[in-house]
């Protein structure tokens, strides 16, 4: 079956520290990966995406994922942690094919940064 | 531009009513999404239209839900009538057909409370 795990529910760091956010998926078939991210009040934002070439892909905010295929995982990394980075992080795969995309989700990390 | 808007942001109804969510995508858009998340747990697709046509319905999950897209613009939601389970947040995202770069574009929800 299709499927994204996202193992931590809730994670906490404080402000400066680096952040690590793991990704694991099961799926048949080339996976196109994607990070989204909700702040509070808003929809969810596309962080960064992998879709072939180049294992590490850079994002918008300072954030990056490495594609591990040997682990089918997709773990998403910042160096440095701010404040307004506390939001829910959803891990996502799915195909692209016709024009159209039909993801599947993980549960969210909800990451909480303290000053 | 505009982006994704959902109405109505939250809404709380009694077990047994009906509750109808509207989705106006990006204009020119001709992919439309829905999508739940119940009780912090994955967003599962519900379906996907494209212009007027239902493309994929199989996320939907009985025939309680039924969703519209008239004249292929914005798209509505009536879940009728509304069961316990029901509750959760229902997102919509849209993407465009040609030029598909992969990322959905996402409203930010609609919170649906059955009591």
């Known amino acids: 079956a299709q499927s994204v795990t996202q193992p931590d529910i809730h994670i906490t760091v404080s402000e400066g520290a680096s952040l690590e956010l793991r990704c694991n998926y099961s799926y048949g078939a080339t996976p196109y990966l994607f990070w989204y991210v909700q702040s509070p009040g808003q929809g969810l934002q596309l962080l960064l995406k992998?879709?072939?070439?180049?294992?590490l892909v850079q994002g918008i905010k300072g954030f990056e994922a490495e594609f591990k295929r040997s682990q089918s995982s997709f773990n998403l990394r910042k160096p440095s942690v701010h404040w307004s980075d506390a939001a829910e992080y959803f891990c996502?795969?799915?195909?692209?094919?016709?024009?159209?995309?039909?993801?599947?989700f993980g549960a969210g990390t909800r990451l909480a940064v303290h000053p | 531009e505009a982006g994704v808007t959902q109405f109505p942001s939250h809404s709380v109804i009694e077990k047994g009513q009906t509750v109808t969510l509207r989705c106006d995508p990006i204009?020119?858009?001709?992919?439309l999404y829905w999508y739940r998340r119940v009780m912090g747990k994955e967003i599962k697709f519900l379906l996907h239209?494209?212009?007027?046509?239902?493309?994929?319905e199989s996320g939907m999950p009985n025939n309680r839900f039924l969703a519209e897209r008239t004249g292929g613009t914005y798209s509505t939601l009536k879940v009728q009538p509304a069961e316990l389970e029901d509750s959760g947040v229902y997102f919509c995202?849209?993407?465009?057909?040609?030029?598909?770069?992969?990322?959905?574009?996402f409203g930010e929800g609609s919170r649906l409370t059955v009591l």
């Open positions: 204009s020119g858009h001709d992919n």
């Open positions: 995202a849209s993407s465009p057909r040609r030029r598909n770069t992969g990322e959905l574009f």
């Open positions: 996502a795969v799915g195909p692209i094919s016709g024009g159209y995309n039909k993801l599947i």
């Open positions: 992998y879709f072939s070439g180049d294992t």
């Open positions: 239209f494209v212009k007027e046509s239902k493309q994929d």
